[in-house]
């Protein structure tokens, strides 16, 4: 069956990066794209941007635009996702979704959570 | 991007229906036929129930519905039952199909 994996549960400070990785298993890994989402304490979904395995197609919403960035390993069906400049407020669940569409995503990792704190 | 707007919470007893809203713009939901609808029970991953406004996917039981007039999309969950307990979330692509929305969820208890 199609499986996402994500990494596990990180704690970071301010300022520093965290790379957050997601191995997908059961399907054909090019045939589709990922969405990445997050959710902070108490708070809704929030979409992080979109990486296609499919076509290299990416991009990213202005609010991260700059600090963010996927990339995909064709050779181990995995996908990242690297937030840099981490702030509290980047606190959070991480999900990976795969997609044929940037918002048509099914099914989902389980979720990493990244702790930013000092 | 600002968020999707929906409910913060409804409720609805064992049998009942309930519908939940979300309201976007003509620059999102108004835009385009590809509303999707999640399911998430907390700590678990969130799971697709309606996409491109109406259609469910396999396994998901017909008891839940989606609709759509202008600029505000619908979820219907009939038939609720205790399991249905959960957060929903409504999607839509925006700005030339490269941005995507969520709505702020809305937390469905069942009496």
């Known amino acids: 069956q199609v499986q996402l994996v994500q990494s596990g549960a990180e704690v970071k400070k301010p300022g520093a990066s965290v790379k957050v990785s997601c191995k997908a298993s059961g399907y054909t890994f090019t045939r589709y794209g990922f969405s990445w989402v997050r959710q902070a304490p108490g708070q809704g979904l929030e979409w992080m941007g979109w990486i296609s395995a499919l076509n290299g197609d990416i991009n990213y919403p202005q609010k991260v635009q700059g600090r963010v960035t996927m990339t995909t390993d064709t050779s181990t069906s995995t996908v990242y996702m690297e937030l840099r400049s981490l702030r509290s407020d980047d606190t959070a669940v991480y999900y990976c979704a795969r997609g044929e569409s940037r918002w048509e995503l099914d099914p989902w990792g389980q979720g990493t959570l990244v702790t930013v704190s000092s | 991007q600002s968020a999707l707007t929906q409910p913060r919470s409804v409720s609805g007893s064992p049998g009942q229906s309930v519908t939940i809203s979300c309201t976007g713009t003509?620059?999102?939901?108004?835009?385009?036929?590809?509303v999707s609808w999640y399911q998430h029970h907390p700590g678990k991953a969130p799971k697709i129930i309606i996409y491109?406004?109406?259609r469910r996917p396999s396994g998901v039981p017909d008891r839940f519905s989606g609709s759509k007039s202008g600029n505000t999309a619908s979820l219907t969950i009939s038939g609720l039952q205790a399991e249905d307990e959960a957060d929903y979330y409504c999607?839509?692509?925006?700005?030339?199909?490269?941005?995507?929305?969520f709505g702020g969820g809305t937390k469905l208890t069942v009496l």
């Open positions: 999607c839509s692509p925006a700005g030339s199909y490269t941005n995507v929305v």
């Open positions: 003509s620059s999102d939901v108004g835009a385009y036929n590809f």
């Open positions: 491109d406004v109406t």
